[in-house]
């Protein structure tokens, strides 16, 4: 009887759990697919806001595409869509679609919502959240409003910011400093003054980012400009230092190419005069020895004494 109290226990508990998540499931992304901005100005990450996000412009138009996918097989062979909306965590609806559309079973509609953003709507001080709401007719008339309920998810969508014009030229300029450092850190120059340099800039760097963190982009908008500027100094020293090297490594190299010429010249002439010495030796020699030749024929042809 205990064991048949403990199975009854965990089979309560089992559905217990079960009537808890059907209302969860219900809202899953099952219906609505993947949705999609288009004509932003960012798409990554942003310390300041600390999360990954969709960036807009202020006074721009937002641009969103939501794919709906029927797949409520109960409700028969169709079902009618007769609102998309989407509404941000400050309750602000951005658009409301109303028209009817059809869509029979299995099939995908695609919702097109345009509108304005600015700061006066949603405001540049946090990165929101957001919900769709989906409302479906059956074919009996019947409405469910609120059917398909998706809201923002962290780990598949991004958050929703409206940039500052100074915002988006800081998401800018620490893109350029950040491609300089990975591609050629400081110690990678070689000459001291471009290293330097290459250093200086990641301090400004560093306190644009100080300043990020605090809100103040038109401080930071500055610092990193002036990173930018350090470094693209920092490979303009290292080119004319290269230059300057390469200068230098061709004039020794002609340099030393005129004392090979002018140590070959000498070498030249060295043996030319050990050539005439041995010559002279040469001739000498052969007077010595026609002398000689001389002195012994002389001696031959001389008479005897009687």
Request: no cysteine; charged share 15%.
């Amino acid at each position: 009887m205990k064991r048949m109290g403990k199975i009854s226990t965990v089979l309560f508990a089992a559905l217990f759990a079960v009537m808890i998540l059907m209302p969860m499931v219900n809202q899953a992304h099952a219906y609505v697919l993947q949705w999609m901005w288009s004509d932003y100005v960012y798409k990554g990450y942003d310390n300041y806001y600390g999360s990954y996000i969709i960036a807009y412009l202020n006074g721009t138009t937002v641009k969103l595409k939501v794919p709906v996918y029927n797949d409520v097989s109960w409700m028969g062979p169709s079902i009618n869509i007769t609102e998309v909306s989407l509404m941000f965590d400050t309750g602000w609806v951005a658009q409301n679609l109303t028209s009817v559309v059809n869509a029979t079973l299995y099939e995908t509609k695609y919702f097109d919502f345009s509108f304005a953003i600015d700061t006066n709507k949603l405001s540049n001080l946090w990165a929101h959240t957001y919900t769709i709401y989906v409302d479906l007719q059956d074919n009996g008339g019947t409405k469910y409003d609120n059917y398909w309920v998706i809201s923002w998810n962290y780990y598949t969508s991004y958050r929703f910011v409206v940039y500052l014009p100074e915002q988006k030229d800081v998401m800018d300029l620490s893109m350029k400093y950040s491609s300089y450092y990975n591609n050629y850190p400081p110690y990678n120059f070689q000459t001291i003054g471009a290293r330097m340099l290459a250093t200086q800039a990641g301090l400004e760097a560093t306190l644009a980012q100080n300043s990020v963190n605090l809100g103040n982009f038109t401080e930071a908008k500055t610092h990193y400009q002036t990173a930018v500027s350090k470094y693209e100094e920092a490979f303009a020293a290292e080119e004319d230092k290269g230059v300057a090297i390469e200068d230098a490594e061709l004039n020794a190299t002609i340099k030393e190419g005129n004392a090979a010429e002018k140590t070959a010249d000498a070498a030249m002439l060295n043996a030319q005069g050990i050539m005439n010495q041995s010559y002279g030796y040469i001739l000498l020699g052969l007077g010595f020895l026609l002398i000689g030749v001389g002195a012994i024929l002389y001696g031959v042809k001389k008479p005897k004494a009687s």
